[in-house]
């Protein structure tokens, strides 16, 4: 059984960074591509990043504008997202995908989702 149990959220000031934590377990993590998604209140859910399995291939959304990046460490079997910068309208919870297609962008399939960390970001 595929888990992802993400970590790291909480609450920053504008302008202060956090680094989410995506454990995977259950399977090889090199079969998946990765990514994360968030949800703010009343909105609908938005892709953030994807890493492929092959981690120099990545995707990020026109939001993140360089304040995000974001990596895998095999090892560790784990995929992190840095965000930088941070504003009030990062505020969201914080979804790790994984994509057994490879797809590691905003129209990819992902099969597996995590429970989500929260991220508060204050003005």
């Known amino acids: 059984q595929v888990q992802l149990i993400e970590s790291g959220g909480g609450l920053v000031q504008a302008g202060g960074s956090l680094r989410l934590s995506c454990a995977v377990s259950g399977r090889t993590f090199s079969d998946f591509a990765m990514g994360w998604f968030r949800q703010a209140p009343g909105k609908e859910r938005e892709f953030v990043s994807g890493?492929?399995?092959?981690?120099?291939?990545?995707s990020f959304a026109d939001f993140t504008k360089g304040r995000f990046t974001i990596s895998r460490d095999y090892a560790k079997n784990t995929v992190y997202l840095q965000m930088n910068s941070l504003k009030p309208e990062d505020t969201a919870i914080y979804y790790c995908?994984?994509?057994?297609?490879?797809?590691?962008?905003?129209?990819?399939?992902?099969?597996?989702w995590g429970q989500g960390t929260q991220v508060t970001v204050s003005s």
């Open positions: 890493i492929g399995r092959i981690s120099f291939l990545k």
């Open positions: 995908v994984a994509s057994s297609s490879g797809n590691y962008d905003s129209s990819g399939n992902y099969d597996y």
